[in-house]
């Protein structure tokens, strides 16, 4: 039985003039017939499986529909046609160091983080030097979140998130932050969690992590679903071509 | 229902830990601020309305205090719940989590307010000579009325803030205009059996009534008041729900 289906997915997405206006604002556009909605489809007829243990890496430029569909597959969004069956928890962790509070302590927001990714207390009290070790962050565990660089924060979403045992686990852009070091102890532990048989789904710029790491490829340009596949290697190499050929042509 | 509040529990605590965290940061007593606010407003009202409107009115203070009590609690119950999906719109449209418990975190923390000022409230009855009997009790039914009030109002809210920010203004205007309402330093028997009736219609009033029913007269209020009240918690939580559930994955389209 696949662990994550998806049929025929489609989203629209609206984006437009409703956004951040008054009420003033919006009855004189309104009036005026200044008023513009755009509706565009962020994902058409997208379709695919996954097995428990693959690991799917998305592939395709900016946006071709790669964040609108994890957040559809998290459940944050409902497909506007088509279905989606997931058959196991999920654990997303999407554009990593948002929503952590720079206010709290690294501890304080290790524990929401570790909440809002469905863990119990018990869980996070047992597990938190372990993803405070993983992450390097033992000096940094009382001061304030802010305090941290960019690449610490991120390293600390990561060791939260990989610590859980979901079925699904959610990973957008979280592989090209941090260090040379902390690239590497992360992409071992993913190939651990790999074996274990978490189904990961990735997203990531970098072309040859997806290449060295996935098990499969889903290559989306503009909604499309340009190919799926267990031929890594084969649809990143036209993926390259396809690059080539529209910087050519420009 | 009861699997899901489970499950979110830790989630629930730790967000109304961060609230409470991040409300008082740098703030000297902490709080202390959130009883002093209603207590000096309860004191200017004492000192200014006493010659308007207390002369002939026994335990006009415990009469004051129980308008103020309930008000303070709906406005800044409604007022704080207003931002709380808003405020949080980077962590809804990144994790599937259920909306409402941004608003509940809010919320628990306006209601332990309410609590440290019902207790002040308490201690001001006694030093006013208010017989305590058994009817005090009874207070529950409004106390929890206003919570499930104001969580419903505060649904609503925090939904419309998401789509127009204008309504933190709107807002602001018809909670003063609603104070005014609600007769907290006045009384409405100066005003004709059609007027009175008017203020039936007015869910704030109708909790500070119940409170000074109960607390000063010594009488329990009507089944039919006690209906009217349900009636009014159950349309605005209705309505809340609904936008929640309505928009529940559309929300973030606006944010």
């Not at chain 1, 200044?34 to 379709?47: M, R």
Request: some cysteine.
């Amino acid at each position: 039985m696949s662990i994550l289906e998806l049929h025929n997915v489609s989203i629209r997405y609206i984006t437009g003039d409703f956004k951040e206006i008054g009420l003033k604002e919006y009855f004189i556009r309104k009036m005026t017939g200044n008023y513009h909605v755009t509706e565009f489809w962020a994902d058409k007829d997208v379709t695919f499986s996954l097995e428990k243990g693959d690991l799917l890496g998305i592939i395709g430029a900016n946006g071709a529909g790669k964040s609108t569909l994890l957040k559809v597959i998290s459940g944050i969004m409902e497909p506007t046609k088509g279905w989606i069956k997931r058959n196991g928890s999920i654990a997303a962790l999407l554009e990593l160091s948002s929503g952590f509070d720079g206010e709290l302590t690294v501890k304080e927001n290790a524990y929401l983080r570790g909440a809002m990714l469905g863990y119990t207390r018990k869980f996070m009290d047992e597990t938190f030097k372990e993803i405070i070790e993983f992450a390097d962050l033992k000096e940094f565990e009382d001061r304030p979140f802010k305090q941290l660089s960019s690449g610490m924060k991120s390293r600390l979403a990561f060791s939260i998130a990989s610590l859980v045992k979901p079925d699904i686990l959610i990973l957008d852009e979280v592989l090209s932050v941090g260090d040379g070091a902390f690239r590497k102890k992360s992409e071992q532990k993913m190939q651990e969690m790999m074996g274990g048989g978490t189904t990961t789904i990735l997203v990531s710029h970098s072309l040859n992590q997806i290449e060295d790491m996935c098990s499969k490829i889903l290559w989306l340009d503009k909604g499309k679903q340009i190919e799926f596949g267990d031929d890594v290697h084969g649809i990143c190499a036209r993926y390259e071509e396809f690059l080539e050929k529209k910087n050519k042509s420009r | 229902m009861i699997k899901k509040l489970e499950k979110y529990s830790f989630l629930f605590q730790e967000l109304v830990k961060r609230d409470f965290k991040k409300k008082y940061k740098r703030t000297v007593i902490g709080m202390g601020w959130s009883i002093l606010s209603p207590l000096l407003q309860l004191l200017v009202m004492r000192l200014i309305f006493t010659q308007f409107f207390g002369r002939n009115m026994e335990h006009y203070t415990t009469y004051l205090f129980c308008g103020n009590l309930v008000f303070s609690y709906f406005s800044e119950s409604t007022g704080q719940g207003m931002s709380s999906l808003m405020g949080n719109s980077s962590i809804f449209t990144k994790v599937n989590i259920p909306k409402y418990l941004f608003l509940f975190s809010k919320n628990v923390q306006s209601l332990i307010n309410f609590g440290l000022v019902l207790i002040v409230f308490f201690i001001f009855c006694i030093l006013d000579g208010i017989t305590f009997t058994w009817k005090f009790i009874l207070l529950i039914y409004p106390i929890v009325s206003l919570l499930l009030f104001n969580i419903g109002v505060g649904l609503i809210l925090s939904a419309l803030f998401v789509f127009f920010r204008d309504i933190q203004y709107l807002w602001s205007i018809f909670t003063q205009l609603l104070m005014y309402l609600s007769a907290i330093f006045y009384s409405i028997d100066s005003y004709n059996e059609r007027m009175q009736e008017l203020f039936l219609l007015n869910p704030i009033y109708l909790h500070i009534r119940y409170f000074r029913k109960i607390v000063i007269d010594g009488t329990i209020p009507s089944v039919w008041f006690h209906l009217l009240m349900i009636a009014d918690v159950a349309i605005v939580l209705g309505i809340g729900c609904w936008m929640y559930k309505k928009y529940n994955t559309k929300f973030l389209y606006y944010v």
